[in-house]
């Protein structure tokens, strides 16, 4: 097989574990690392160099200064180095900020739920897929910001990222361990399709249930449908108890290990079957078969893929999207617009695509004023 090139943009703490673990991956592949902290990435990429070396592993490994504001440049960047591969880890403000909140500042917080803070994830994907489409190369962009939601917005303009990670693909290894343990098989021999919204993966680890929100699950061994051997509720119970884990950002290596396995399932066209958010577009998680074009939909008898997307566009409804016009104006849901205006003073009820910008600024310094009592 060719030598694929993968370019990495932002190495931050996600993008951070990602780039560890592909430059341990055998096989040949040249990585191009990206980030607008030039100094931290570059220290980044050479540390990464040096402790895959230190494991027998040489891959080959450069760095290179971007700004994804300015589109033009990062057009000119992608065409320099021309990557099969992007994977994109960049955000405006990670997900666990608000986590560094008082707990009951938080908990009161997350109520808003997911959905209201999306213009800190979709601005730079949004820009960095209109770098893509300038270049008019065939490069396949993975991508880590809310992909459940920003994927199926730039869809509608024809910008969205092939495949996203984490998120639906974080609590598919408790679940078959759950399953695992109950019919007393290994877990290797547990094949499961789960079909949910960013909701459902993070209720989940925390509380047990899926929270109200839809999903589909249906469980395989040795090609039997075993989904009516288990009780559900039970295995999702067993999640933040007997397969309790780290969480937070001590749990960001599970995310990162999604992200790493979609990547070499890209770059190296293997076709594996995972799990992934915002396939082709669509909102939500899915099963999925990953290959050289991204992940194509894996479903399972009994299930067409508009009830797929059913379900999780009624999931997304559980987090603060009430829906995405044809355009790609994104209505958040009344209960989530209320406590963002009451705590944070930011009152949007919808957002159009290309307000994406200003927004994150709005809600960005907002937010910052709202903290600055916490401190």
């Given at each position: 097989m060719a030598r694929s090139t993968i370019m990495m943009i932002g190495i931050g703490d996600l993008g951070g574990h990602v780039l560890e673990m592909l430059v341990r991956a055998p096989g040949s592949r040249r990585i191009i690392t990206a980030d607008t902290n030039e100094d931290w990435a570059y220290r980044k990429t050479n540390i990464a160099a040096f402790g895959a070396a230190q494991l027998g592993y040489y891959p080959e490994l450069e760095f290179v200064k971007v700004d994804l504001y300015n589109v033009d440049q990062t057009a000119e960047i992608i065409s320099q180095y021309k990557p099969e591969v992007i994977y994109s880890a960049v955000s405006l403000q990670s997900w666990w900020v608000i986590n560094t909140l008082p707990k009951e500042v938080f908990e009161k917080l997350d109520m808003a739920r997911f959905g209201p803070w999306l213009p800190m994830h979709l601005t730079l994907v949004y820009k960095l897929m209109q770098a893509v489409k300038q270049t008019g190369l065939d490069v396949k962009v993975i991508n880590s910001a809310f992909p459940d939601a920003t994927h199926p917005v730039l869809d509608k303009v024809g910008l969205a990222p092939a495949i996203g990670i984490g998120n639906v693909a974080n609590p598919v290894p408790a679940i078959r361990s759950s399953i695992a343990y109950r019919l007393a098989k290994p877990m290797k021999e547990i094949t499961i399709f789960f079909f949910a919204q960013h909701y459902v993966s993070h209720y989940l680890p925390r509380f047990g249930t899926a929270g109200g929100a839809p999903y589909f699950l249906k469980a395989i061994v040795d090609g039997e449908d075993i989904t009516g051997e288990v009780n559900v509720e039970e295995v999702f119970a067993d999640i933040p108890n007997r397969f309790r884990r780290a969480g937070g950002r001590d749990g960001q290596i599970?995310?990162?290990?999604s992200a790493t396995g979609t990547v070499l399932a890209v770059a190296d066209d293997t076709g594996e079957f995972m799990h992934a958010p915002g396939p082709s577009g669509l909102p939500g998680g899915y099963p999925v078969r990953v290959d050289r074009n991204g992940?194509?939909?894996?479903?399972?008898?009994?299930?067409?893929?508009?009830?797929?997307?059913?379900?999780n566009e009624e999931g997304q409804r559980y987090d603060g999207i009430d829906r995405i016009d044809q355009d790609g104006t994104v209505h958040y849901t009344e209960k989530s617009v209320a406590i963002m205006k009451e705590m944070l003073d930011y009152d949007c009820k919808l957002m159009k695509l290309e307000e994406t910008e200003a927004q994150s600024e709005e809600l960005g310094r907002k937010f910052k004023k709202f903290t600055e009592k916490y401190r």
């Open positions: 599970l995310t990162a290990s992940g194509k939909v894996i479903l399972p008898k009994g299930l067409a893929l508009d009830a797929a997307i059913r379900i």
